[in-house]
């Protein structure tokens, strides 16, 4: 029997980590650009890698990190350095010398914390302080920053202001719009587009050989509800998660008349669950927020200026009822009126 995968903040059940993925699908605009500055020997201190969840960010950063470390070996115009490098397996198994992760791992209870704790990013300074071992790049990734305290960004921002010669820093974000500006303002700002459904296909595709209970057969639908997030993919796929999106869906075009059986229907859906279906459901609600306050969808009885508020609501109701296993039911309930009071004139 195979072993379980380790307990990572960065992995989706036995999906290999984005450490481990040797074949990054999309973002070939980024790739270039890090190319190109590599090339002309102008490569930035800092990289913040922007964009939803689940579309490749970490990734990308370690196929950056790769090339980097293995001084540029790859061929023209790519990052893709060979997977048999020396560079390529330790970093893949997290025993590079030259590289540094700042990411969430179990505690001493062996659960995952909500954050990354700030006596490891204060490890940091110490890190750029040393000689790099291999005497090339010295790196440090970030994943994320969104799970990053205060105190943990001030104490990375000391080194981001005064970085060493060859340091190389890619911060990976989820909502870079959110940090702190004094950040944002020391890095390289690298964007990513949402996959196409094609792509999200594709890395379905890849990821069935190492998650054999993916269902095939549902891999265009996850696709085409994922917006583009291979997680969300995942995530959909995972028991009810389709099913509960489209419930989900139904309700929110019915706002502000909303059946109240329909929603003790659904959250008996998610009564229990702590999975695909209570994380469809709210990525649905906020999906909708999100269409809305950008106007890629238009309901005239939407208030514009309420939506930031009530998606705080709903990601703080998210977050409360899947720490301390909430009450289901009372959450869709919660969310729903929020979202009538987002509507009313």
């Known amino acids: 029997m195979k072993d379980a995968p380790p307990l990572e903040g960065d992995r989706f059940g036995t999906a290999p980590a984005p450490r481990e993925s040797t074949h990054l699908v999309g973002h070939e605009e980024a790739q270039a650009m890090v190319r190109t500055a590599w090339d002309a020997g102008r490569l930035p201190h800092a990289l913040l890698i922007g964009g939803a969840e689940g579309i490749g960010k970490a990734t990308l950063a370690y196929a950056i990190a790769r090339f980097v470390l293995s001084g540029g070996a790859a061929p023209a115009h790519s990052l893709a350095v060979d997977p048999g490098h020396p560079a390529a397996r330790q970093v893949a198994a997290l025993s590079h010398p030259d590289v540094m992760v700042l990411r969430r791992t179990p505690n001493d209870t062996g659960k995952l914390p909500s954050m990354i704790p700030a006596e490891q990013v204060r490890r940091v ?23 990053m305290n205060a105190q943990g960004a001030n104490a990375l921002l000391k080194t981001l202001e005064e970085p060493p010669n ?9 909502a870079p719009g959110r940090l702190l500006p004094t950040i944002r303002s020391r890095c390289r700002m690298v964007p990513l587009r949402a996959l196409s459904e094609g792509q999200v296909v594709e890395v379905l595709e890849g990821l069935s050989a190492h998650m054999p209970g993916l ?15 291979v997680r969300e993919a995942l995530t959909l796929m995972e028991g009810d998660g389709l099913a509960v999106r489209n419930a989900t869906r139904v309700l929110l075009d019915a706002l502000p008349d909303v059946d109240p059986r329909s929603l003790h229907a659904l959250g008996e859906k998610l009564t229990g669950d702590r999975g695909g279906a209570f994380q469809s459901f709210v990525g649905t609600v906020e999906g909708w927020i999100s269409d809305h306050a950008t106007g ?17 609501k709903v990601r703080r109701a998210a977050v409360d009822a899947d720490v301390y296993n909430l009450d289901r039911k009372t959450l869709v309930f919660r969310i729903f009126a929020s979202l009538n009071e987002a509507l009313r004139p």
């Open 166 to 174: 060859r340091a190389l820093f890619l911060l990976v974000s989820h």
């Open 215 to 229: 269902d095939r057969s549902r891999f265009a639908e996850a696709a085409e509800a994922s917006g583009g997030s």
């Open 296 to 312: 890629r969808r238009q309901t005239a009885s939407v208030r514009l200026a309420r939506l930031p508020e009530v998606w705080e």
């Open 125 to 147: 300074r110490s890190f750029f302080g040393s000689t790099a071992a291999l005497g090339g790049w010295r790196v440090c990734i970030v994943d994320t920053l969104d799970e």
